[in-house]
């Protein structure tokens, strides 16, 4: 089973909302990422960690808040968005196998829009 | 730098015309390079990782190839349920960082 689950699917909300995004996995695999996708275009990386910690942040603005309590799950804490941010937010989790290539498999994504 | 270019940008078949997808790279040292095939509005799904120059891997009407510059995806007879959008990636030694390609958009009439 190669599933990456992310809810909720859909997320409408205001400039001053808090809400969050959440991602889990049961594969055992102990990296997991955030990207945003922008239509048109392919994922760009926000957030990775590895071993439930925050390995890689590609210079992402602070009102979004990456979280990995447990292995297998993944939270993105979303606050004063802009509407730019509106975008497909996926994540991906792979086993993270040192020496090799490792495979990514992504989740169905949270569409975000940010009014 | 690491550059991925996917041709071409958009592709229109018939059903049952075969054609190929090109992903070319430049990458000081490659890992892995990877095929995803996307829907709209969905996440990217997993197709084939390529480790060396000369693999090659089927999956139904699908087969991924790699040469030390390039790979391409072969489409034998594709249906309408191909339609999607088919992105290349890859991945250096240094990391777990995919660089991706454009894409290549392409659409299979009945």
């Keep these: ?115 | 730098e690491d550059q991925v270019t996917q041709s071409p940008e958009a592709l229109r078949l018939q059903e049952g015309e075969s054609s190929s997808l090109n992903c070319s790279y430049t990458v000081s040292g490659l890992r892995g390079l990877f095929w995803y095939r996307q829907d709209p509005g969905k996440g990217p799904e997993f197709l084939f990782t390529l480790y060396s120059a000369g693999e090659e891997k089927e999956k139904e009407r699908l087969k991924a190839t790699l040469t030390k510059k390039e790979s391409f995806l072969h489409i034998t007879a594709p249906k309408p349920e191909d339609s999607a959008t088919y992105l290349c990636a890859l991945v250096r030694p240094s990391g777990s960082r995919l660089t991706f390609g454009e894409g290549t958009q392409l659409t299979v009439n009945p």
Excluded at chain 1, 42 to 54: G, N, T
């Design chain 1, 1 to 115: 089973d190669t599933e990456v689950t992310q809810t909720p699917k859909h997320l409408v909300m205001g400039m001053t909302n808090k809400k969050s995004l959440k991602c889990e996995q049961h594969m055992g695999h102990r990296a997991m990422y955030w990207y945003k996708q922008k239509a048109k275009k392919p994922p760009e990386l926000m957030f990775v960690y590895s071993y439930e910690k925050l390995s890689i942040n590609e210079s992402v603005p602070s009102r979004f808040s990456p979280e990995c309590p447990n292995s297998s799950l993944l939270n993105l804490h979303l606050h004063a968005l802009q509407p730019e941010d509106s975008a497909l937010y996926l994540c991906a989790s792979s086993p993270y196998r040192s020496g090799g290539a490792d495979t990514q498999y992504f989740g169905p994504g949270t569409r975000l829009t940010v009014l």
